[in-house]
């Protein structure tokens, strides 16, 4: 007698994981939108344009959707940082990524909001690096390792929102957060890091501003 091809079963995980990718995009589409408190999974169904009976099938509850857009996001977030970049480069990049993500800012406010923690996962690496700049010697005798992520992260969710509501379109957000990103290396390089240690950071706020934008 011969054998079932797999072909269908397989067909139908790819199926499943698509619609399931669908939704969760939705999910951050509309989370960047009006936050995490605003979604539904009927109206996430919506958005992705599938059956609600289907989008029930993957996420029966807002938290569990919210839970999985959370763990997506910080998946993301840990292998940005995780990047071999030179060290004015990942400021940039990591500026423009938040600022492209407003959907992380509002999460994060959510959290906070909710008096959740932030989770631990997403935390750690984050701090290992700062322990690292330090027993380098990169930083200021005295800096805070603990205190200084969270400076950097508070920093993180409040401009790329500020951003969107005090510019018009999205080229001057994306002008205005590369200054931004300027200003910010010229705090660091001042005050918390050994000017030695970053060159790179150093010939970067040396430079004049773009054409067209402030100092």
Do not use: C
């Amino acid at each position: 007698m011969p054998t079932a091809s797999p072909a269908p079963a397989r067909l139908r995980r790819s199926d499943f994981h698509r619609t399931r990718q669908k939704i969760l995009s939705a999910a951050r589409t509309l989370m960047a939108e009006r936050g995490p408190e605003s979604l539904t999974v009927s109206a996430v169904a919506h958005a992705a344009e599938i059956n609600r009976t289907t989008a029930y099938q993957h996420f029966r509850t807002r938290d569990e959707l919210v839970r999985a857009v959370t763990d997506e996001l910080i998946g993301e977030v840990a292998a940005l940082l995780a990047q071999a970049r030179p060290a004015a480069d990942r400021l940039d990049h990591i500026a423009a990524y938040f600022l492209d993500h407003p959907e992380i800012a509002r999460l994060a406010l959510y959290l906070l909001l909710g008096d959740s923690p932030f989770p631990r996962v997403a935390w750690e690496p984050y701090l290992a690096e700062m322990r690292r700049y330090d027993a380098s010697g990169a930083l200021q005798p005295g800096v805070d390792t603990e205190m200084l992520p969270q400076v950097l992260m508070a920093v993180a969710v409040l401009w790329p929102l500020y951003a969107r509501v005090e510019y018009e379109d999205d080229a001057a957000a994306r002008a205005a957060t590369e200054r931004f990103a300027r200003e910010l290396k010229r705090l660091l390089l001042y005050g918390l890091l050994r000017p030695e240690a970053f060159p790179d950071i150093v010939a970067d706020v040396g430079r004049p501003p773009v054409k067209g934008t402030r100092a």
